[in-house]
């Protein structure tokens, strides 16, 4: 079992940066894919970004590609979400999700794979 927890959200000006983190507990984070999803205001949860246990591969949502960068350390127990270019639609609670993946180094995009997540961490962008 992993607990998650992030951290590093905020208010922020169109154009500005903010990284995320999110912290895991657990023996195995190593073996875990992980991926942000957000939640904006009378939307549904989308899926920003993932990663496998690795970090050798990654994906990213559309309206985030070429701004966010997702990356993990596994010998911090910690993944991280760099997001640059920030535009008021980025406004959004942005929760961090696991799941864990012993047999493959692969990624997840649907938030039904993933099995373990954390409270989520508000990131406001004024315009």
């Known amino acids: 079992q992993v607990q998650l927890v992030e951290s590093g959200g905020g208010l922020v000006q169109a154009g500005g940066s903010l990284r995320l983190s999110c912290a895991a507990s657990?023996?195995?984070?190593?073996?875990?894919?992980m991926g942000w999803f957000r939640r904006a205001p009378g939307k549904e949860r989308e899926f920003v970004a993932a990663?496998?246990?690795?970090?050798?591969?990654?994906y990213y949502a559309d309206s985030v590609k070429g701004r966010f960068t997702i990356s993990r350390d596994n010998a911090k127990m910690t993944v991280y979400l760099q997001m640059n270019s920030l535009k008021p639609e980025d406004t959004a609670v942005y929760s961090c999700?696991?799941?864990?993946?012993?047999?493959?180094?692969?990624?997840?995009?649907?938030?039904?794979?993933?099995?373990?997540w954390g409270q989520g961490t508000q990131v406001t962008v004024s315009s």
């Open positions: 657990g023996r195995t984070f190593s073996r875990y894919a």
């Open positions: 990663i496998s246990w690795s970090g050798s591969k990654t």
């Open positions: 999700a696991a799941h864990l993946s012993v047999y493959s180094d692969r990624y997840y995009i649907g938030a039904n794979d993933y099995d373990y």
